[in-house]
């Protein structure tokens, strides 16, 4: 089965600084898609930034850009220039293309913006 | 994006009394929708994925007598909590997905709790 581990709880940054979040994710697929999602307090799921497996190029989103090693297995989270309005929680998730295709989610990263 | 819709927000029930939570995909027909329940702090547990027109099929651990899921329409799917008891209260996520797309579009969620 595939699993997605964050092995970060909490994480702090400064505003305006940059603050990068880990995932490392576990299967045996070759053909999936990576997502980052963001809960602020309000709990509404907010896609954040996707990756294609199949893309060596990492993807970005403005501020939001990932570090995506296919071989290790990871996919980081970089936020640049970080906003008081990014703080939330943030989850790492996996979908697999084929079969049952549902979205794995890591544990979760509190992010929290120091003014 | 595409706007999925669940209702109600907030809901407080007795033990022993049934809930119902409605989750509409607005602008879009959602083949697929999924029913999450998040603990405090915690990330999503996927109970449940629902195909328009057919049964559920639940992750394992979930009773599906107890978490009753219908799926009838392409742009709605209900869950109805059967007998509910203290431990049930949580928040409970749905998202909703259309045909070949990978991504998943969230509903705000409903917090339920029961006395």
């Known amino acids: 089965a595939q699993t997605v581990t964050q092995s970060q709880p909490e994480m702090s940054v400064q505003e305006a600084e940059t603050v990068t979040l880990s995932c490392t994710y576990d299967t045996s697929e070759s053909d999936y898609y990576l997502f980052w999602y963001k809960q602020p307090p309000s709990r509404q799921m907010i896609l954040v930034i996707r990756q294609e497996a199949y893309k060596q190029q990492n993807a970005t989103e403005n501020r939001f850009s990932v570090n995506f090693q296919k071989a290790a297995k990871s996919f980081s989270l970089k936020i640049s220039d970080s906003q008081l309005g990014d703080a939330a929680m943030y989850f790492c998730?996996?979908?697999?293309?084929?079969?049952?295709?549902?979205?794995?989610f890591g544990q979760g990263t509190r992010l929290t913006i120091n003014p | 994006g595409a706007v999925v819709s669940q209702h109600p927000s907030r809901v407080i029930c007795k033990s022993g009394t049934s809930v119902k939570i409605e989750c509409r995909s607005l602008d879009f027909q959602a083949t697929t929708m999924f029913w999450y329940r998040q603990f405090p702090k915690k990330s999503l547990m996927l109970m449940a994925t629902s195909n328009e027109g057919s049964k559920a099929t639940y992750e394992q651990g979930v009773e599906k007598d107890k978490f009753l899921i219908n799926h009838a329409s392409l742009t709605l799917s209900t869950l109805t909590v059967t007998s509910a008891h203290p431990e049930d209260s949580s928040f409970y996520i749905c998202?909703?997905?259309?045909?070949?797309?990978?991504?998943?579009?969230f509903g705000q969620g409903t917090r339920l709790t029961v006395v």
């Open positions: 998202s909703a997905r259309q045909g070949g797309n990978t991504e998943a579009f």
């Open positions: 998730a996996y979908f697999l293309i084929q079969g049952a295709q549902k979205l794995v």
